[in-house]
């Protein structure tokens, strides 16, 4: 059955399918008739704002998506993200009620003038922004907006120096290409300051981004400055926390006996771990020379420590298995003296008798009894009264009082060492 027109006019069903149709077809034409009215003299090449012979004000924004990398050894950082910017052309107005009260319009870039941005501090080459751009928004007034993502790769001035607590801070530096100052005013009145990347990032985390404008030899330019603070809970667990086990392991070296057999093998397998794990973390440290980690001095000093512990378990079980007829110097002697234990004197009631006939003895026999005293064993415990005498001090012995001497000295210096990594740790979390 086939309908006539004052049919299907009539009909309350199809009349507002008609009326809503119209309207479309309506504001259809209108916006071609201003997308034709606005480019029908329009010229690409010439820059707005040449008639009133003033500079053109061009406002940019820089919006960071992410952050793809950052090359310590190049010192090169990419990020990707986008520019907005913003200009008025006089020439690009229009009365709203003439077109429908339509007050934007979407046009291709090709067809406009639009501003040719550079990326002046680039790593590898110059490239203009607008590869990867959207169409431009042009409102009834003349304003204009357009955005133009890209992937900055630029040059960064890399320092890690206390990695892997350190703070980076890297230039965009933005220039419009070929205009002067007089001719195009460029200038970052829009910024934004992120607390993180929007996509995220697992290493970096955004803490601040700053602009600033400056003229150079007539050209005006922008730098945005980006600022970043590494995530450090990785290293902290799988570097940092056992650097200081281990250095926990390497002191109860001094525990085991030296005749036991099993210190020299104790303080080697030590200092291997030491080596196996230094390799395992060159792969995660930056690998530059300008500046060098603390990192891995800090390791490099770890090494040292446990490869000076071996050699003292090798030189004391050297000591210790020494033969008796080998003298013994009287320099260790004195040290045994200094580093003896002093047992707290007994408590004496009155004299014997013997004693006071001991006092009464030649000055010769006196003079023979005091060197038999100068050669007792100084480190080991006294047990009776403070005038009873010692043995001669075996090799055994010295070995004994050589080793808890060393034991101090190597306690100090790791605990000075852990102290410091602590520290250093707490201040910069």
Avoid at 27 to 54: A, Q, T
Avoid at 104 to 109: G, N, T
Avoid at 394 to 418: G, H, Q, S
Wanted: charged residues 20%; contains cysteine; glycine residues 2%.
């Amino acid at each position: 059955m086939v309908l006539s027109v004052d049919e299907l006019i009539s009909n309350p069903n199809t009349a507002s399918f008609w009326m809503k149709h119209a309207m479309a077809l309506r504001l259809l034409n209108s916006v071609e008739r201003l997308y034709s009215d606005l480019l029908r003299n329009y010229i690409k090449g010439v820059r707005p704002g040449v008639e009133s012979n003033c500079s053109l004000n061009v406002n940019i924004s820089l919006t960071v998506c992410a952050l793809l990398n950052i090359n310590s050894v190049e010192k090169t950082m990419a990020v990707s993200g986008f520019l907005t910017m913003f200009w008025r052309d006089e020439r690009l107005k229009w009365n709203v009620t003439e077109y429908d009260g339509h007050s934007s319009l979407l046009i291709d870039p090709s067809l406009l003038w639009t501003p040719r941005i550079v990326l002046i501090n680039p790593a590898k080459q110059f490239h203009m922004f607008g590869s990867y751009s959207t169409e431009v928004r042009v409102y009834f007034d003349g304003s204009m907006v357009w955005s133009a993502g890209d992937l900055m790769e630029t040059n960064c001035k890399i320092n890690i120096r206390y990695y892997p607590f350190d703070i980076q801070t890297c230039d965009i530096s933005i220039a419009p290409w070929g205009y002067f100052e007089s001719e195009v005013n460029q200038s970052t009145s829009f910024s934004t300051q992120f607390k993180d990347f929007p996509l995220g990032n697992d290493e970096w985390d955004l803490v601040k981004l700053t602009n600033v404008d400056w003229v150079s030899e007539g050209y005006k330019a922008s730098n945005f400055t980006l600022r970043y603070k590494r995530k450090y809970q990785f290293v902290l667990i799988n570097i940092l926390s056992p650097i200081i086990v281990l250095n926990i392991i390497n002191m109860a070296v001094f525990e085991i006996p030296p005749n036991s057999g099993e210190r020299i093998s104790f303080s080697v397998t030590v200092l291997l771990s030491y080596v196996v794990f230094l390799t395992i973390v060159m792969d995660n440290i930056p690998q530059t020379s300008s500046p060098v980690s603390l990192l891995s001095v800090l390791l490099m000093i770890q090494i040292i420590l446990s490869a000076c512990i071996t050699m003292e378990t090798v030189f004391i079980v050297k000591v210790s298995h020494r033969s008796p007829s080998i003298p013994i110097s009287n320099w260790v002697v004195n040290l045994m003296h200094k580093t003896r234990k002093i047992q707290p004197e007994q408590e004496t009631s009155a004299e014997p008798v013997e004693n006071v006939l001991e006092r009464v003895k030649l000055p010769e026999q006196k003079s023979r009894n005091a060197s038999i005293e100068s050669n007792d064993n100084v480190c080991s415990l006294n047990t009776g009264p403070s005038f009873t005498r010692s043995k001669k001090p075996t090799w055994e012995e010295v070995a004994a009082c050589l080793d808890r001497i060393m034991f101090f000295i190597f306690l100090f210096v790791a605990l000075l060492f852990e102290v410091l990594v602590i520290a250093f740790i707490f201040i910069y979390i």
